[in-house]
């Protein structure tokens, strides 16, 4: 199976911010790598797949990038709507597995 | 809109079983593939099965393989995951997913959740 690992576990930041989180896969996925938003109590949302391709109708401040092993994802300039956990996951082959998330809060 | 209402959660005893339903609108239900996903209170997400639009192939997490099985019915617009022999590791809030686009392996979007609690 093919494990995600995600840094850091969790980040404090301030409105306008730039914030980034990286995803890292145990091999190489190439760029089957997607990022999902999920606030308190509700599902979660899918936010870039490919490693790079923005979902319609999410703002153009959340970016992905990097193939391989290697993704990131940054939000340019963190909105209040932005606190939230984010997920990686890698779509590459079955079992599919998820990051274990990075928590976005308030500083 | 696409809509996904999934049903069926409960409290249920180890060893139990429990079928959840998902509900599917606004989209052609057989043209895409159908994922359930599940999140353990406080927890991450685990992914737990995937069948694809025609219903020909499913695949499963190791954890659930042989105690689990995803269907559905094109008739009826719905999903199912149907799940046996339950455990306490099993407690979660159960979503389904529809594959972005095709047989796909990007989850979009997401139904509400049904809570499945294991407990004696």
């Known amino acids: 199976d093919i494990q995600m690992t995600q840094s850091p576990s969790s980040v404090s930041a301030s409105v306008g911010d730039r914030v980034s989180i990286t995803c890292r896969a145990s091999q190489g996925i190439s760029s089957w790598l997607a990022w999902y938003q999920q606030k308190p109590g509700k599902a979660p949302k899918l936010l870039i797949y490919?490693?790079?391709s923005l979902q319609s109708g999410v703002p153009s401040r959340f970016s992905g990038s990097g193939s391989g092993t290697d993704f990131t994802l940054t939000i340019s300039s963190l909105q209040p709507e932005d606190f939230a956990t984010y997920y990686c996951q890698q779509a590459n082959n079955f079992p599919l597995t998820f990051g274990p998330g990075t928590k976005v809060d308030i500083k | 809109q696409v809509q996904l209402v999934e049903s069926g959660g409960g409290v249920v005893q180890p060893g139990g079983s429990l079928r959840l339903s998902c509900a599917a609108s606004?989209?052609?239900?057989?043209?895409?593939?159908m994922h359930w996903v599940r999140q353990a209170p406080g927890k991450g997400l685990e992914w737990v099965a995937f069948i694809r639009h025609d219903g020909s192939n499913q695949y499963y997490a190791d954890s659930v393989k042989g105690r689990f099985t995803i269907s559905r019915d094109t008739s009826k617009n719905t999903l199912y995951l149907q799940m046996n022999s339950l455990r306490d590791e099993d407690t979660a809030v159960y979503y389904c997913?529809?594959?972005?686009?095709?047989?796909?392996?990007?989850?979009?979007?997401w139904g509400q959740g049904t809570l499945v609690t294991v407990s004696s």
């Open positions: 997913a529809k594959a972005r686009t095709g047989n796909g392996n990007w989850f979009d979007p």
């Open positions: 490919g490693a790079s």
């Open positions: 606004g989209f052609t239900f057989s043209s895409y593939g």
